[in-house]
Every structure is written in C-alpha cells, then in structure tokens.
C-alpha cells in the first residue's frame, strides 16, 4: 500500500483547505485510515479516523471544523479543514491500516495558518 498526500499550503486564520491521500490498490479492504499531524517540537497526533464502515472519530482539537471522508471509487481519504486556526499549523500525514493491523505512512503536506 502506497499512501500519496497533496492539498496542503499557506492559508490566512478562518480558511478552509483539504486535504487528499491518494492510495495505490483498493481502500476499500483497508479497515482504517487516519489523518495524523505533527506540530514543530511537538509530538505526532491522531487527528481523525475512518472506518471501513465509514465510522469516524476526531480529536477534540479539531471536531466540528474537520471532516474525514473516503471515496472508495477514486481511492482517496480526504481531510476537509474549516475555520483554521495558527495552532493547526503542522505537516500532516495519511495513515493506512490493513485487514492484517498492518499500518502504512505517506509523505506528509505542511499546512501553514498564518496571517
């Protein structure tokens, strides 16, 4: 499994950006993929999760400003981010789990909120 994630850059407080993990072969046996995030100085953070099933999780930092989503069709989990803020300001990874609990990492897109 080969993850490719695109979508970051500069964008002002209050904007919207999002996020796209492409995955080489089907998502659709996956049965997790995550958005992680990791802040300069700071440790890697989960920031969402979706299911196989389509369940979906967030961390508290971000619910009710970030969506998760997969399109089983294209291939791609998508991180739709609302209401920016300076503190998500981070390089972002996606995360793949297979039917084995065997995870994958793609390269990570730096997202920066600055004014």
């Known amino acids: 499994v080969q993850l490719q994630a695109s979508g970051g850059g500069l964008v002002q407080p209050g904007g919207s950006l999002r996020l796209s993990c492409a995955v080489s072969?089907?998502?659709?046996?996956?049965?997790?993929m995550d958005w992680y995030r990791q802040a300069p100085g700071k440790q890697r953070e989960r920031v969402a999760t979706?299911?196989?099933?389509?369940?979906?999780n967030y961390a508290s930092s971000v619910k009710g400003r970030f969506t998760i989503s997969r399109d089983n069709a294209k291939n791609t989990v998508y991180l739709q981010m609302e209401s920016l803020k300076p503190e998500d300001t981070a390089v972002y990874y996606c995360?793949?789990?297979?039917?084995?609990?065997?995870?994958?990492w793609g390269q990570g897109t730096l997202v920066t909120v600055s004014s």
């Open positions: 995360n793949a789990i297979d039917e084995n609990y065997d995870d994958y």
């Open positions: 072969g089907s998502i659709v046996s996956l049965k997790a």
């Open positions: 979706v299911t196989s099933s389509g369940i979906t």
